[in-house]
């Protein structure tokens, strides 16, 4: 076996990876083995993951393209219908086309807006908390806290404080302003509703990432800069911003693709209304396509395949822009 | 043949379960499943969360599921909380089965979508149902109505259907083109059932492609509701709700000037909108004389004169007579609350106005504004093709259901109206002080079955009123003035007319 590995000391791009290799051959005549002396011990640590992975997203992915090739119900095998289902969503004369675009630009329009919402108040916190204050970890707490309830609970506890009768939101308006717009019948209010339910619900995870980051920066440079002369502002500004960077880039990216899956709170609190369609993201009109009523696996699937592949133009986008400013 | 044949009868229960159908509706969980596991991380999304309140499926569970109130289970989909047995009132008709249980005997699995206080009714049925005989030992199991179909459909991919459904007509089609039903024509001769021991209109909605999978166990129809103490006030009569469009329109105005409530209000948005504007659309749809589809249901018809005045007067109601609109349930809160005069819900909403109105609740039939109709459910009694396995087990549930259709006076308990004649009308023949709460709202509900009228039995029947794009969905936009009537509802029939002629092609009724 060390022979082996002696003759090929270039050989395992996983030894390089875990630098295991190189520790074992500076040691001189260790023999005894280690963990990465077969050339498959790596694989089997990836293995374990690999195969969930296969299961649960490698094979209904192609199955996903074998379906919207087909037009398929749950249960009986359909025909070939190659490229049909696509050509009815991207086909401007089809009837299938402007609610499905309808749809891909809500869930984009929802991307917008929430992605710098959620990363910004996400900084602003993560720098509150990162400071000396009584209770910190207490706030901290607070803060990530929703993330950890499921979007049922979150989207009925706003649905109820939004609705338009009896809505603590609504009724509290009401009694200071005299009136209140209705949050759930009418646009923009509908899609603010929508924005500050994910807020509460899921800032303490860009929050806990970024205030992890912070803690990573050296107190060294705040000193240095303190005793230049900068103030809180310039600290941040320079110090804190360019060091976050590439925290700051996980955090949009992650984000980005977070708010691409919307769903739940829209079909909780809206219905995806006002009617038609105002607040109803591509995936819940997926969901409504495929699996209700008659449903259509074939089409939806289709929907879906369009848009994982604008996912992987964003995401590969986003990687790209992840490794320029890591260069 | 073009596209694919109805695999009926074969699917599910022998060893042909293939193994591309496997993997196609493992794709769909693992979809679903993925959905659900994205709740737990960034903005992510849900399973389907339960409908509003007042918002079950087209033809499906009323009583109003509690919101979300599945537990996880080993399945991938979420169940329902199983009730315990209600007590069962004494009375009702003694009405004799013809189908015997058999000597040997058989285990048999229900299962229902009844989530409301009506499953526990179910549950109390079938363990008289076990206390009266020995031979057939039935065990039902509640499934959220939601997920009824792809939970049927795992079941039949798993091997593990039960041999009963108890589910709303509108299933049908879907579960028996799937090839998840057994016909039971044999069935409704062996126990003596047909046209004369139902309303028509209920019997025929059993019927899907020729052959008959349903036997109708109740209809829960719309009904309309008024609070008499706001008649009162208003200077109306409180025993003599309105009959036709100028009596209705009359008394809006009137409740709206003379009291501090609303004379009706209309739901224009939210989750439950397209249902629950649906079933007014339906109503005045029906009035007007429509029809949904043509006869060989390759044409979606309903943008006809009967269509366009019905949507037009949902938005007159908004427009000229100032009547509110609101979101989807908002109306039934009202309602109870004493803050909104007249409403047209579900019958399943009966127990929580008696109970928050008492005395003051009034029922009748929805003014006729252009004529009589009503829009109605019918929850109807199904076997699956794990009936086919066992000619015990299939003679225990023909027995079951034909025991079930009679007892169905203690069904109506639950807040259903019986589709069998015999126990309607031994419910209307009551003495009113004989009966408990919800019985004499039963009674007063029960002539109602006569008129209501049901969706075509078709794969796309039920989208047509309430799916996307559908005749509730068109309503809704005209009552919120997005778009006029006659325009939105040509949108929604062409994009219906190309998807049932795909059917049509499809599925090959």
Same mark, same amino acid.
Request: net charge negative.
């Given at each position: 076996?060390?022979?082996?590995?002696?003759?090929?000391?270039?050989?395992?791009?996983?030894?390089?990876?875990?630098?295991?290799?190189?520790?074992?051959?500076?040691?001189?005549? @260790?023999?005894?083995?280690?963990?990465? #002396?077969?050339?498959?011990?790596?694989?089997?640590?990836?293995?374990?993951?690999?195969?969930?992975?296969?299961?649960?997203?490698?094979?209904?992915?192609?199955? $996903?393209?074998?379906?919207?090739?087909?037009?398929?119900?749950?249960?009986?095998?359909?025909?070939?219908?190659?490229?049909?289902?696509?050509?009815?969503?991207?086909?401007?004369?089809? *009837?299938?086309?402007?609610?499905?675009?309808?749809?891909?630009?809500?869930?984009?329009?929802?991307?917008?807006?929430?992605?710098?919402?959620?990363?910004?108040?996400?900084?602003?916190?993560?720098?509150?908390?990162?400071?000396?204050?009584?209770?910190?970890?207490?706030?901290?707490?607070?803060?990530?806290?929703?993330?950890?309830?499921?979007?049922?609970?979150?989207?009925?506890?706003?649905?109820?404080?939004?609705?338009?009768?009896?809505?603590?939101?609504?009724?509290?308006?009401? @009694?200071?302003?005299?009136?209140?717009?209705?949050?759930?019948?009418?646009?923009?209010?509908?899609?603010?509703?929508?924005?500050?339910?994910?807020?509460?619900?899921?800032?303490?995870?860009?929050?806990?990432?970024?205030?992890?980051?912070?803690?990573?920066?050296?107190? @060294?440079?705040? #000193?240095?800069?303190?005793?230049? $002369?900068?103030?809180?502002?310039?600290?941040?500004?320079?110090?804190?911003?360019?060091?976050?960077?590439?925290?700051?880039?996980?955090?949009?990216?992650?984000?980005?693709?977070?708010?691409?899956? *919307?769903?739940?709170?829209?079909?909780?609190?809206?219905?995806?209304?006002?009617?038609?369609? #105002?607040?109803?993201?591509?995936?819940?009109?997926?969901?409504?396509? $495929?699996?209700?009523?008659?449903? @259509?696996?074939? *089409?939806?699937?289709?929907?879906?395949?369009?848009?994982?592949?604008?996912?992987?133009?964003?995401?590969?986008?986003?990687?790209?822009?992840?490794?320029?400013?890591?260069? | 043949?073009?596209?694919?044949?109805?695999?009926?009868?074969?699917?599910?229960?022998?060893?042909?379960?293939?193994?591309? &159908?496997?993997?196609?509706?493992?794709?769909?969980?693992? !979809?679903?499943?993925?959905?659900?596991? !994205?709740?737990?991380?960034?903005?992510?999304?849900?399973?389907?969360?339960?409908?509003?309140?007042?918002?079950?499926?087209?033809?499906?569970?009323? !009583?109003?599921?509690?919101?979300?109130?599945?537990?996880?289970?080993?399945?991938?989909?979420?169940?329902?909380?199983?009730?315990?047995?209600?007590?069962?009132?004494?009375?009702?008709?003694?009405?004799?089965?013809?189908?015997?249980?058999?000597? =040997?005997?058989?285990?048999?699995?229900?299962?229902?979508?009844?989530?409301?206080?009506?499953?526990?009714?179910?549950?109390?049925?079938?363990? &008289?149902?076990?206390?009266?005989?020995?031979?057939?030992? =039935?065990?039902?199991?509640?499934?959220?109505?939601?997920?009824?179909?792809?939970?049927?459909?795992?079941?039949?991919?798993?091997?593990?259907?039960?041999?009963?459904? !108890?589910?709303?007509?509108?299933?049908?089609?879907?579960?028996?083109?799937?090839?998840?039903?057994?016909?039971?024509?044999?069935?409704?001769?062996?126990?003596?059932?047909?046209?004369?021991?139902?309303?028509?209109?209920?019997?025929?909605?059993?019927?899907?492609?020729?052959?008959?999978?349903?036997?109708?166990?109740?209809?829960?129809?719309?009904?309309?509701?008024?609070?008499?103490?706001?008649?009162?006030?208003?200077?109306?009569?409180?025993?003599?709700?309105? +009959?036709?469009?100028? %009596?209705?329109?009359?008394?809006?105005?009137?409740?709206?000037?003379?009291?501090?409530?609303?004379?009706?209000?209309?739901?224009?948005?939210?989750?439950?909108?397209?249902?629950?504007?649906?079933?007014?659309?339906?109503?005045?749809?029906?009035?007007?004389?429509?029809?949904? +589809?043509?006869?060989?249901?390759?044409?979606?018809?309903?943008?006809?004169?009967?269509?366009?005045?019905?949507?037009?007067?949902?938005?007159?109601?908004?427009?000229?007579?100032?009547?509110?609109?609101?979101?989807?349930?908002?109306?039934?809160?009202?309602?109870?609350?004493?803050?909104?005069?007249?409403?047209?819900?579900?019958?399943?909403?009966?127990? &929580?106005?008696?109970?928050?109105?008492?005395?003051?609740?009034?029922?009748?039939?929805?003014?006729?504004?252009?004529?009589?109709?009503?829009?109605?459910?019918?929850?109807?009694?199904?076997?699956?093709? &794990?009936?086919?396995?066992?000619?015990?087990?299939?003679?225990?549930?023909?027995?079951?259901?034909?025991?079930?259709?009679?007892? %169905? /006076?203690?069904?109506?308990?639950?807040?259903?109206?019986?589709?069998?004649?015999?126990?309607?009308?031994?419910?209307?023949?009551?003495?009113?002080?004989?009966?408990? =709460?919800?019985?004499?709202?039963?009674?007063?509900?029960?002539?109602?079955?006569?008129?209501?009228?049901?969706?075509?039995?078709?794969?796309?029947?039920?989208?047509?009123?309430?799916?996307?794009?559908?005749?509730?969905?068109?309503?809704?936009?005209?009552?919120?003035? +997005?778009?006029?009537?006659?325009?939105?509802?040509?949108? %929604?029939?062409?994009?219906?007319?190309?998807?049932?002629?795909?059917?049509?092609?499809? /599925?090959?009724?």
């Amino acid at each position: 076996m060390t022979a082996v590995e002696s003759a090929q000391p270039q050989r395992s791009l996983s030894g390089r990876i875990f630098g295991i290799g190189r520790r074992r051959r500076s040691s001189g005549g @260790d023999t005894r083995r280690r963990i990465g #002396e077969s050339w498959y011990t790596p694989y089997l640590f990836i293995l374990p993951h690999f195969l969930v992975f296969i299961a649960i997203i490698g094979i209904p992915f192609f199955l $996903g393209i074998w379906i919207s090739l087909h037009r398929s119900t749950p249960l009986r095998e359909g025909p070939f219908v190659g490229a049909a289902n696509y050509i009815a969503l991207l086909d401007p004369a089809s *009837l299938h086309f402007e609610r499905y675009w309808t749809t891909v630009w809500n869930t984009i329009l929802f991307v917008i807006m929430s992605t710098p919402l959620l990363v910004i108040v996400g900084l602003v916190l993560a720098t509150l908390l990162n400071q000396r204050l009584r209770g910190r970890n207490f706030f901290r707490g607070i803060f990530f806290a929703p993330w950890t309830l499921s979007v049922a609970v979150v989207g009925l506890t706003w649905w109820w404080m939004f609705s338009g009768r009896g809505g603590v939101v609504t009724r509290f308006l009401e @009694d200071t302003l005299g009136s209140s717009p209705g949050w759930l019948t009418s646009n923009p209010w509908a899609w603010i509703a929508i924005l500050v339910a994910t807020l509460w619900w899921t800032i303490g995870f860009n929050t806990i990432i970024l205030l992890a980051g912070m803690q990573g920066i050296s107190a @060294d440079l705040y #000193e240095a800069a303190a005793i230049d $002369g900068a103030n809180r502002w310039q600290q941040f500004r320079h110090i804190t911003i360019p060091n976050l960077r590439p925290v700051l880039l996980l955090v949009v990216t992650l984000q980005i693709l977070a708010s691409f899956q *919307l769903v739940g709170q829209p079909q909780l609190m809206t219905g995806g209304g006002p009617p038609p369609t #105002e607040t109803m993201p591509v995936l819940l009109h997926v969901y409504n396509t $495929g699996f209700t009523g008659r449903g @259509d696996l074939s *089409l939806a699937a289709a929907m879906a395949m369009i848009v994982a592949v604008m996912m992987v133009v964003v995401s590969v986008i986003n990687f790209r822009l992840f490794r320029s400013e890591r260069a | 043949m073009s596209a694919f044949e109805p695999s009926r009868s074969r699917v599910p229960t022998g060893t042909d379960a293939s193994p591309s &159908r496997r993997y196609r509706l493992f794709a769909g969980l693992a !979809a679903l499943s993925l959905m659900a596991a !994205a709740c737990g991380g960034g903005s992510g999304t849900s399973a389907p969360g339960s409908q509003a309140a007042g918002s079950p499926d087209a033809g499906g569970s009323p !009583a109003g599921s509690p919101p979300l109130g599945g537990s996880p289970a080993a399945s991938a989909l979420p169940t329902a909380a199983q009730p315990s047995p209600a007590e069962l009132a004494e009375g009702g008709p003694e009405i004799a089965t013809t189908i015997a249980a058999p000597e =040997a005997g058989a285990d048999i699995e229900i299962w229902n979508h009844f989530t409301g206080p009506d499953g526990a009714f179910f549950r109390g049925l079938v363990d &008289r149902f076990n206390e009266e005989q020995q031979q057939c030992r =039935a065990n039902v199991r509640v499934q959220l109505g939601e997920v009824f179909n792809q939970q049927v459909v795992s079941a039949a991919v798993g091997q593990q259907l039960p041999h009963v459904l !108890a589910g709303g007509y509108d299933r049908i089609p879907f579960l028996a083109s799937e090839g998840v039903l057994s016909p039971i024509d044999d069935l409704a001769e062996q126990a003596g059932f047909s046209a004369e021991t139902f309303p028509e209109a209920i019997w025929n909605a059993g019927v899907y492609n020729g052959q008959r999978y349903g036997i109708p166990l109740d209809t829960h129809p719309a009904v309309f509701y008024y609070n008499k103490a706001l008649f009162d006030e208003a200077g109306l009569d409180p025993e003599s709700p309105p +009959t036709d469009q100028e %009596s209705f329109e009359a008394a809006i105005t009137a409740i709206s000037e003379q009291t501090e409530a609303d004379g009706y209000q209309l739901v224009g948005s939210g989750r439950g909108g397209p249902f629950l504007v649906g079933l007014q659309f339906a109503a005045l749809f029906y009035q007007g004389g429509g029809e949904w +589809t043509n006869g060989e249901f390759t044409e979606a018809t309903y943008n006809t004169e009967a269509g366009v005045q019905a949507a037009e007067y949902l938005g007159r109601l908004a427009t000229e007579l100032e009547v509110p609109v609101v979101e989807s349930d908002q109306e039934i809160a009202a309602f109870a609350a004493g803050e909104n005069a007249m409403v047209l819900s579900g019958i399943w909403e009966s127990t &929580r106005y008696a109970e928050a109105l008492g005395e003051d609740l009034g029922i009748g039939l929805f003014p006729a504004i252009f004529g009589d109709g009503t829009w109605g459910g019918s929850h109807q009694l199904m076997t699956t093709t &794990r009936v086919e396995e066992s000619e015990e087990a299939r003679q225990c549930s023909y027995f079951f259901i034909d025991w079930l259709s009679a007892n %169905s /006076y203690n069904w109506a308990e639950g807040g259903q109206v019986p589709a069998r004649n015999e126990v309607r009308e031994a419910i209307l023949d009551a003495d009113p002080a004989d009966l408990n =709460a919800t019985l004499a709202i039963i009674q007063q509900v029960a002539p109602i079955a006569e008129t209501v009228q049901f969706l075509p039995t078709i794969p796309s029947g039920g989208d047509l009123l309430f799916g996307g794009q559908g005749a509730g969905e068109s309503a809704l936009q005209v009552v919120n003035a +997005t778009k006029g009537a006659q325009e939105v509802l040509d949108e %929604s029939v062409q994009f219906y007319t190309q998807r049932l002629a795909q059917d049509k092609q499809d /599925y090959g009724y």
